[in-house]
């Protein structure tokens, strides 16, 4: 069934039907219609699970990792502000192993005080270890909730589909759902270890020796390796059941290409409408989408970039002192890689301002005819 | 088949999680400080004479269970009917729970105690057997030397001149303070671990010696009886009587008629006692003139504001100079400002100014300078034993001179309180049990000793408390209630109208005494709230041998954070010094 729907309330619908256990979260803007949908859904008695509503983010992550330890699914939503103040819990989360699945709306964080979409609050909880989907329009975002749900319970590792504010969040598209039968097919009954009973009484906070945390952050990072490969095989039965895929990355045109131009979220899809200009131009310009930022997908990107010598990232983030995030994402996972290679990050879009056609033919103009590669960032301006 | 999962998502391998114990983290090894559970004295029991464990008791109480609340009053004092009646209460002065709603209703508790529990005096030892000792008087020290005695084994042999037990609490406090059956209830306790009662006995003193042949020792607790006499003019006039001799007659079924109007002079409990009496039994007047000035008068506060209640009338700073007479009879008296006075052999000297003066008109006059101690035939030809004037005693063990012969209560030191004189019984009866048996017992009265004395724990003495420093007492700053709820004391009802003789303060029901006991901080007892081990974030306080009560820390595990210490409510658990 296709319905007209923002990306906040796909995301609501997707919970719904991933039938969580808890939903725990507390409203923070451009978030909050996800919180009120999913509210609205559990008064209306259209939630199977419970709605917890927190006193913060903080409590909300708490709630869900709990919840998640006695074998529950669990969801949680935020943004910006909210997510930053859940910093701690995040990787609490993590080191419990608690596939909890939260969608992140992308919003500048303060100061100065804004709620536009920038990615810089997702990126920095880079290290957190949790697994980081970042979606491109409003289908993705739905059918990432899915997958999310499905990929964190097989590794043991939370999860966060990151979608943008306003493009996402607030922009309304049509969004096919499936039935709940296909979801039930694709995501089972949650079937999770019960860390957490009354009957068997545990505790999870215990202090552990130097070597043995050394040993369980070994473990977590192999099941980061393990994810990629699970987040394939999932992406993969997906796609035969409901016909749409993403992978991990997407690649358009990038063999034969002179210059790849790398991008993540919204960005992709208004940079897949210049590739087709600029193609038509003959200009030989291929395009990377990345989906999966952490477990970074290095040699699926390596697969894709290591025969290109030409390289623009853009980035609607910044790690202050250095460039885009993912440009610097980017050029480690190459830096092994054959071919040697000229990259260039572009910042476009900081402050949610519009990243549009125009501006990121620009950008493949501006690679094409550099003559020196800089270390550092080019700041686009808008128009 | 199964294909075993890999160890990065094996439920059993991701995480460390503990389904049994932590203990293999000495935490412990971490701390350089450690709580410490001792338990200390309530201000309420320091400043008791007779050292009630009040606390303990209350605990008791506020369950309901007021068998276990009078047993442990029993434990230090024979007399809980009569101090929850007439003792002036330093403990309630004193109590920490004043500094937050209201000091807890201690003597009306000890009353309910009395009142509510029906339990009899448990013995301390029977060291005493074959040990008989004598006790001549029967008021508050005598009873209490008596009872002590003979809960340590002692065949008493127990004198009184009078043919009532009881002394001053039978003729000298009025019965609306101090009924007659309420001091009955008191004596059923005691008599029965009484070997020989004989009342209507005045020891002289070759029946002293008798008494000191035949006992291995003897107790002298005759009190003060003899009131002072005002040798001025006209002293003798008939309408003029000492107070003490106003409130004997006051006790008798048939009680004096008062009439007209009537001049108390003196200013302690006796001359307010006397004055509320006459009043009481019909004077139209009653002044009470005495030379303190009214922050110095001696009378305890409560008495004052019955006296004011009642209507009575103070002149402060007054000396009375001389009687005036009309038909043979008293018609009043004269004052002089009184300018100082000092005191000479126990006695007060007033200096009084003769150009100032008061006349007062008086159907009645009642004196209440002091009562003095008056042995008279009792110390006729005993060397060390005074005709007139306070028995000399060691002042810790209250062995006077003579061989055998202790003597406390108001003979040795006057005035004293009810409360004091059990306080001196209980101190002689221990001391002379102690000096027959010295060679059984490897502790001392230091061992009992509260605080700096003179209170002391018999009970302490035979029964060594564990965890507890009978030196040290609990502050209103070492508590921590500011988890509780306020509560304002129970009201202390009063009989409407204040007439007559009947006892004029009711009881508390039994409900309102599980309530008022439940307002006790207990302070420096522990009750077993166990607020220590709830609090503790690491589950390091626990019972010490499995003892309900008693609490101690983990070595293993206590990382000396002091959470145990911070949320004990009555100062038992402190942090101890760092190590």
């Known amino acids: 069934m296709s319905k007209f729907i923002t990306g906040n309330h796909a995301v609501a619908e997707a919970v719904r039907l991933s039938r969580p256990g808890i939903v725990a979260a507390y409203p923070i803007t451009p978030q909050t219609p996800i919180y009120e949908k999913l509210s609205e859904t559990e008064a209306s008695g259209n939630l199977e699970g419970i709605m917890m509503r927190m006193e913060s983010e903080h409590s909300a992550m708490a709630a869900c990792i709990s919840a998640s330890l006695t074998g529950a699914r669990t969801f949680t939503a935020t943004s910006s502000q909210g997510l930053a103040l859940m910093h701690e819990m995040l990787h609490f989360a993590a080191g419990a192993r608690t596939p909890v699945v939260m969608a992140c709306v992308n919003r500048t964080l303060a100061l100065p005080w804004a709620f536009w979409s920038d990615q810089t609050d997702s990126l920095s909880q880079r290290d957190t270890g949790w697994i980081q989907l970042y979606v491109e329009n409003n289908q993705e975002a739905a059918d990432s909730i899915f997958q999310a749900f499905r990929i964190a319970e097989t590794v043991m590792l939370p999860c966060m589909v990151v979608l943008e504010a306003n493009f996402i969040s607030h922009f309304m598209e049509p969004v096919d759902f499936p039935e709940p039968e296909q979801v039930n097919r694709f995501l089972p009954a949650v079937s999770l270890p019960r860390r957490f009973d009354v009957e068997n009484p545990g505790f999870v906070g215990a202090v552990v020796t130097q070597k043995q945390y050394r040993q369980f952050r070994q473990l977590s990072h192999e099941a980061m390796g393990l994810t990629l490969e699970t987040a394939e095989e999932v992406d993969r039965e997906f796609e035969a059941i409901f016909g749409r895929g993403y992978g991990l990355i997407e690649a358009v045109e990038t063999e034969n290409a002179d210059l790849v131009l790398v991008t993540s979220a919204t960005i992709t899809s208004t940079a897949r409408l210049a590739l087709k200009r600029l193609r038509a131009q003959g200009i030989r310009v291929g395009l990377l989408k990345i989906r999966l930022f952490r477990p970074f997908p290095t040699a699926a990107v390596r697969s894709v970039l290591d025969p290109v010598a030409t390289i623009a990232v853009i980035d609607r983030n910044i790690s202050l002192g250095r460039e885009g995030i993912f440009c610097s994402e980017l050029k480690a996972a190459l830096s092994n890689s054959p071919v040697r290679k000229r990259i260039q990050g572009y910042l476009a879009g900081i402050g949610g301002t519009d990243v549009d056609d125009v501006l990121i033919e620009k950008i493949v103009q501006d690679a094409l005819n550099r003559e020196t590669f800089s270390d550092g960032p080019v700041w686009m301006e808008e128009d | ?579």
């Open chain 2, 1 to 579: 088949m199964n294909k075993p999962l890999p160890r990065c998502i094996d439920p059993e391998s991701i995480i460390p999680i503990s389904r049994f114990t932590t203990e293999v983290f000495k935490t412990g090894a971490w701390d350089s400080r450690r709580p410490q559970f001792t338990e200390k004295l309530s201000p309420c029991r320091v400043a008791c004479p007779a050292g009630n464990d009040i606390p303990s008791a209350f605990h008791r109480a506020s369950e309901g269970d007021f068998d276990a609340a009078l047993s442990l009053f029993l434990k230090e004092s024979p007399l809980p009917g009569v101090c929850g009646r007439v003792c002036y209460h330093p403990c309630q002065t004193d109590c920490n729970r004043e500094k937050w709603d209201g000091t807890v209703q201690i003597r009306a508790l000890e009353r309910s105690a009395s009142e509510l529990g029906t339990i009899e005096p448990e013995p301390l030892t029977d060291a005493g057997k074959g040990q008989p000792v004598a006790v001549i008087g029967s008021g508050p020290a005598g009873l209490s030397a008596a009872y002590h005695l003979a809960r340590m084994g002692h065949p008493v042999t127990l004198l009184e001149a009078e043919k009532k037990l009881g002394g001053v609490l039978h003729t000298a406090i009025p019965a609306y303070r101090l009924p007659e059956d309420a001091l009955d209830k008191d004596l059923s306790r005691i008599l029965p671990l009484i070997d020989t009662v004989r009342t209507g006995v005045d020891v002289n003193a070759s029946m002293l010696r008798d008494l000191l042949n035949d006992f291995r020792s003897v107790f002298l607790a005759v009190g003060a009886a003899r009131s002072r006499r005002l040798e001025i003019p006209g002293s003798r006039l008939p309408g003029i009587e000492s107070a003490v001799a106003f409130l004997r007659r006051a006790r008798k079924k048939q009680q004096p008629s008062i009439q007209g109007s009537v001049v108390v002079v003196g200013g302690g409990d006796v001359a307010l006692d006397a004055a509320i009496s006459a009043r009481r039994l019909g004077a139209e007047s009653v002044e009470v003139v005495c030379l303190e000035q009214e922050e110095d008068m001696p009378a305890s506060d409560i008495l004052k504001q019955d006296a004011q209640k009642a209507g009575i009338r103070f002149h402060f700073g007054w000396g009375v100079l001389r009687f005036t007479e009309r038909n043979h009879r008293v018609s009043g008296a004269v004052f002089g400002r009184c300018t100082s006075f000092c005191m000479e052999q126990g006695e007060i000297i007033p200096a009084l100014d003769k150009d100032e003066c008061m006349e007062r008109p008086a159907d009645h006059v009642m004196v209440a300078i002091g009562e003095a101690v008056h042995l008279g035939p009792l110390a006729d030809g005993i060397a060390d034993l005074p005709e007139h004037g306070h028995v000399q005693t060691d002042p810790v063990t209250l062995a006077t001179g003579i061989p055998g012969l202790y003597a406390g209560g108001d003979a040795v030191k006057t005035p004293g309180s009810v409360a004091e004189a059990i306080g001196t019984g209980k101190r002689a009866a221990f001391h002379i049990h102690l000096n027959l048996n010295a060679a059984i017992y490897d502790r001392s009265v230091e061992d009992a000793l509260l605080a700096d004395g003179p209170g002391f724990s018999i009970e302490a003495f035979f029964r060594n408390r564990s965890h507890w420093d009978h030196k040290r007492m609990v502050r209103f700053e070492d508590l921590n209630p500011f988890c509780l709820i306020s509560h304002p004391p129970e009201p202390i009802q009063h009989r409407a109208g204040a007439k007559g003789f009947e006892e004029e303060i009711r009881s508390f029901s039994r409900d309102q005494a599980v309530s008022e006991a439940g307002r006790c901080f207990y302070c420096g007892t522990c009750i077993g709230c166990e607020r220590c081990i709830l609090f503790c974030p690491d589950l390091s306080i626990h019972p010490v041998n499995g003892e309900r009560r008693i609490y101690g820390p983990s070595e293993d595990y206590c990382k000396g954070c002091g959470t145990c210490a911070a949320a004990c409510i009555r100062g038992v658990m402190e942090l101890g010094e760092s190590r």
